[in-house]
């Protein structure tokens, strides 16, 4: 039993984690241009 509830902490202490996570990036911008993400493989880059 004491396992579940070790197994059932870890997996809510990931979850916060990852929902921490996501609200950072949403508030320092890194969705703001998905559909941009798409196009980057068809950008000519000549650095010569």
């Known amino acids: 039993?004491?396992?579940i509830w070790t197994l059932l902490v870890a997996g809510a202490?990931?979850?916060?984690?990852?929902?921490?996570g996501f609200v950072w990036?949403?508030?320092?911008?890194a969705f703001?241009?998905?559909e941009d993400a798409k196009y980057i493989v068809f950008r000519d880059e000549d650095d010569d």
């Open 25 to 29: 990036g949403v508030r320092n911008g």
């Open 13 to 20: 202490a990931m979850g916060l984690v990852t929902l921490i």
């Open 1 to 3: 039993m004491e396992s």
């Open 32 to 34: 703001e241009n998905a």
